[in-house]
């Protein structure tokens, strides 16, 4: 069963840069995109970006400017880095097997970061 | 503003059918498949339907989805207090080249 964990620091300030891990167990990142989404508190479900095993990424385009995604698979994780973060990306984020044509068939329980204002 | 829209809301009661929309374009439902989501309250989301209407392992027969043209539907037959929970729908955009869309969620309470 394919298990997947956010890693990372809850609190960030702004101006500072958010990064967090996913770490995949019981399988491999071989053969398919892992995406991270978000969700702000009370509000829906937002498509952050994904990446292709190999490396190729998509990315919201409200946020590529600021948006690094990355694959490590001798670690089997990969990453987020969202940089020059406001009180508008505080949202819990999820990692998730899937992105583009695939669905998200598998989701880690999320992780809660938060950017004060 | 999602790409995808949905009914902020819908009801029904136990054992009643109900059926959730989701509109879309050319550029996403219209030319590639729909995924559905299910979200406890307080709990990660969880596949429900993909690719327009098949269900994973586990879901029961009692939701279904359908797609046509550039529109989708989720149904739930046999309402049950455990439905109760926002569900949203899913597509790759071909115009975006992002990671896919979602729509803005449909709160489903069992009354």
């Known amino acids: 069963q394919v298990q997947l964990q956010e890693s990372g620091p809850g609190l960030v300030k702004p101006s500072e840069a958010l990064s967090l891990t996913c770490t995949v167990s019981?399988?491999?990142?071989?053969?398919?995109?892992w995406s991270w989404i978000r969700q702000p508190p009370g509000k829906g479900l937002e498509w952050v970006g994904c990446?292709?095993?190999?490396?190729?990424?998509k990315y919201n385009p409200s946020l590529k400017s600021r948006l690094s995604i990355s694959v490590d698979m001798s670690k089997n994780h990969f990453s987020l880095r969202l940089t020059s973060v406001t009180a508008a990306d505080t949202a819990v984020y999820y990692c998730?097997?899937?992105?583009?044509?695939?669905?998200?068939?598998?989701w880690g329980q999320g992780a809660l970061v938060t950017v004060p204002s | 503003q999602s790409v995808l829209t949905q009914p902020p809301s819908a009801s029904g009661t136990p054992g009643q059918r109900v059926t959730i929309s989701c509109s879309g374009g050319?550029?996403?439902?219209?030319?590639?498949?729909v995924n559905w989501y299910q979200q406890l309250p307080g709990r990660a989301p969880k596949l429900l339907i993909y690719?327009?209407?098949l269900r994973p392992s586990g879901v029961p027969d009692r939701f279904s989805g359908s797609k046509s043209g550039t529109s989708a539907s989720l149904a739930i037959s046999g309402l049950q207090s455990e439905d109760e929970a926002d569900y949203y729908c899913?597509?790759?955009?071909?115009?975006?080249?992002?990671?896919?869309?979602f729509g803005g969620g449909t709160k489903l309470t069992v009354l």
């Open positions: 899913a597509a790759w955009d071909d115009s975006l080249d992002g990671p896919g869309v």
């Open positions: 998730a097997r899937g992105g583009a044509v695939e669905a998200l068939d598998y």
């Open positions: 690719s327009n209407s």
């Open positions: 990446i292709y095993f190999s490396g190729s990424t």
């Open positions: 019981g399988g491999s990142l071989s053969s398919f995109y």
């Open positions: 050319s550029s996403n439902i219209g030319s590639n498949t």
